[in-house]
């Protein structure tokens, strides 16, 4: 037993001055994080509206850090290769992402190839921004309100049509679960991309749909489009005069498309801190604001902590609005 005894406390005296070193060694990289280029991920092509929010964070951090911090196109299946590879890279605060609602909440329960469960792959460093969408329809329907589709929904079951740019993209998804939470059976006619529906929206070929803000505003200023309402809990910043779904028909409705940085799992403390820090003071800059408002959404900070528990809450929701909607997997 005392043999015993004395093997342990030989064992621990090793180990402790080991632990302790190892300890030191993370203190001091984090410490001088970052000391070379961060590289920032994003999973559709160049231009589009995460692209450009991602490049406007990165621009920002550069000058925040002082180290240059890049962005890197990784297009395909929704965003799940970025997903895949920022999931496997080294968690150290050098490789991250700028995630959406679609490749961190939808996506993830639609490819069946991809067994990623992003609220245990990333760690959350703050929310970026929100831009909603708005419910458009095409001036000859007989639409002047969120419950005036409601009701043409329900008197017509199966006749009512509403666009999307492609299957398990947002305008897609807030479409089913208005379908869900009014009750109505309406028929989802799927794009390969917003720009093809909202032209046949444009010439009276489909009902209605719900679109990227940015995308419609200058027809909905124009009359060739009507808006009725927006998807968010709170009213556009880049449009204020729309009412919100919630305000006018249902009662807590949200569906937005949200831009979030997000790290591997493991990432140090310290390193998420400093990162969140610095999109808190960038995303606070008055000029930053403008141009998250022209790009159609407003910049939205968040702690880790609420990032993290807000992407369980959206994988949750979707995962839900999916199985009830029947919508198949995709490989």
């Not at 419910?135 to 509403?162: E, Q, R, W, Y």
């Not at 492609?166 to 939470?181: K, N, S």
Request: charged share 15%.
């Amino acid at each position: 037993m005392h043999s015993m005894i004395a093997r342990t406390v030989r064992v621990c005296a090793c180990v402790v001055p080991t632990l302790a070193l190892g300890l030191m060694q993370v203190s001091a990289q984090t410490a001088k994080y970052p000391d070379r280029p961060i590289k920032i991920l994003v999973g559709f092509a160049a231009g589009g509206g995460t692209d450009v929010a991602a490049r406007i964070l990165a621009q920002k951090l550069t000058e925040g850090l002082g180290q240059t911090v890049l962005v890197e196109n990784r297009p395909g299946a929704s965003g799940m290769i970025a997903d895949e590879a920022v999931a496997k890279s080294a968690p150290d605060g050098y490789t991250l992402m700028v995630g959406t609602q679609t490749t961190l909440a939808v996506a993830p329960a639609l490819y069946r190839k991809f067994a990623l469960d992003p609220a245990k792959e990333f760690a959350g460093v703050s929310m970026a921004g929100i831009s909603p969408l708005v419910l458009v329809v095409h001036p000859s329907l007989p639409a002047h309100s969120v419950k005036d589709v409601i009701a043409l929904a329900k008197a017509k079951p199966g006749a009512i049509n509403f666009a999307s740019g492609g299957v398990g993209t947002t305008p897609h998804m807030a479409g089913e679960l208005f379908a869900l939470e009014a009750g109505l059976k309406i028929v989802h006619v799927a794009y390969r991309g917003e720009a093809p529906a909202i032209n046949d929206l444009l010439g009276g070929q489909l009902h209605f749909m719900f679109a990227n803000l940015s995308a419609v505003i200058g027809n909905v200023k124009a009359g060739t489009l009507r808006a009725l309402a927006v998807t968010s809990a709170k009213r556009a910043a880049a449009a204020p005069d729309i009412p919100t779904i919630a305000e006018t028909a249902l009662p807590g409705f949200e569906a937005a498309t949200w831009f979030a940085l997000v790290a591997p799992a493991g990432t140090p403390r310290d390193v998420v801190v400093r990162l969140n820090t610095e999109v808190k003071r960038l995303l606070a800059q008055p000029d930053t604001q403008r141009r998250f408002v022209d790009l159609g959404m407003s910049s939205e900070a968040s702690t880790p902590e609420a990032l993290d528990g807000y992407i369980k809450s959206e994988i949750a929701k979707w995962s839900k609005v999916i199985k009830s909607a029947n919508i198949p997997a995709a490989d």
